[in-house]
């Protein structure tokens, strides 16, 4: 028993082909994939043309997900996004998105790109902000993500780290169908799933963000947790239809959404140039703010030359 991993485009005639949820099943059940060619693009992939990567991150096969990254030597799937209009999610960013933090760190220290944004503009630090991950957020600050990113509502990720969210704000748009949300295709750009639209991924990964935070253990609909509606779904690949399971893990979530450090904070709020001294505490300075100290220098044969040597602060803005 043995397996190809190749990323040649030719399948070798005793090859195996077998579908992405599938080979992603076996991976992350640990099975063996019997002469199975593995290929890291998106060739023999699914409608939302994900890599065999992305397609494990779907659905929360974070065990399969480690694998492929593992086999994966030349970092082919490292930084392909999906196609789907309105996904087009990198690794790095569906991994933040579902709260996967482990994967974050792992896709960082193998050099994902940081600043990829999805459809709407949104890059892994906005999710991992809207989670308030204090841990996803200190592992890419530490790995210079850009705090400056604005996504298409026009916020940064420490607006969403400042943003408190409600259980309004999380309402399905779209209403019910007796006890189940009404089922509306999520196919285009101005498909918004939540009441407060910059928030609708949580409509979609609810039930990722649920398993991975331990949460809903002790909440239930029908005698059921659920923690284990959501497992359940993850399960079967099927996103929370059920309106009662649906409101009460959006309930579940902004009650066990984490509270806001100070000092994060502060740290993503550093959107201008920074200066300190011995007098003073970090101040922000916008680029404006600052003139240029100079010193002007006359060589032996006359010729004269300016030496920008710092920028000094003009006016105070205390943070």
């Known amino acids: 028993m043995f397996s190809f991993f190749n990323s040649s485009h030719k399948v070798p005639v005793s090859a195996k082909v077998i579908g992405a949820n599938e080979l992603v099943d076996k991976l992350e059940d640990e099975l063996p994939l019997e002469n199975q060619w593995l290929i890291f693009n998106k060739d023999h992939c699914t409608r939302h043309h ?51 933090g482990y994967i974050v760190q792992k896709l960082i220290t193998l050099g994902a790109n940081l600043n990829e944004q999805d459809y709407r503009g949104f890059t892994a630090l906005h999710y991992a902000c809207i989670l308030r991950n204090d841990a996803v957020i200190k592992s890419l600050l530490a790995a210079k993500a850009n705090l400056q990113m604005i996504d298409a509502f026009g916020k940064s990720p420490y607006d969403y780290y400042d943003m408190e969210i409600c259980e309004t704000d999380l309402q399905y748009r779209y209403g019910k169908a007796g006890e189940y949300l009404n089922h509306i295709p999520d196919r285009d750009n101005h498909y918004f799933a939540t009441k407060k639209k910059c928030l609708s991924a949580l409509r979609w990964y609810i039930a990722h963000i649920m398993v991975n935070g331990g949460w809903g253990t002790e909440s239930d609909v029908d005698k ?34 984490p509270s806001k450090d100070k000092a994060l904070m502060h740290q993503l709020s550093m959107t201008f140039n920074s200066y300190k001294d011995e007098k003073c505490d970090q101040y922000q300075l916008n680029l404006w703010d600052l003139t240029p100290r100079s010193a002007i220098h006359q060589q032996e044969n006359d010729e004269i030359w300016i030496e920008l040597q710092e920028l000094h602060p003009i006016a105070y803005r205390k943070h």
């Not at 284990?228 to 399971?245: F, G, M, Q, S, T």
Request: net charge positive; glycine share 2%; charged share 25%.
């Open 50 to 100: 994900n890599t065999y990567l992305l397609q494990a991150l779907a659905w929360n096969r974070q065990k399969a997900a480690l694998k492929l990254l593992e086999l994966d030597k030349n970092k082919e799937a490292l930084n392909l996004k999906d196609d789907w209009p309105t996904c087009l999610n990198s690794p790095l960013i569906l991994a933040a998105k579902i709260n996967a």
């Open 224 to 257: 059921v947790s659920l923690y284990d509606y959501a497992k359940h779904c993850l399960k079967i690949r099927e996103p929370v239809y059920h309106a009662e399971v649906y409101e009460g893990m959006m309930r579940c979530f902004c009650n066990n959404r």
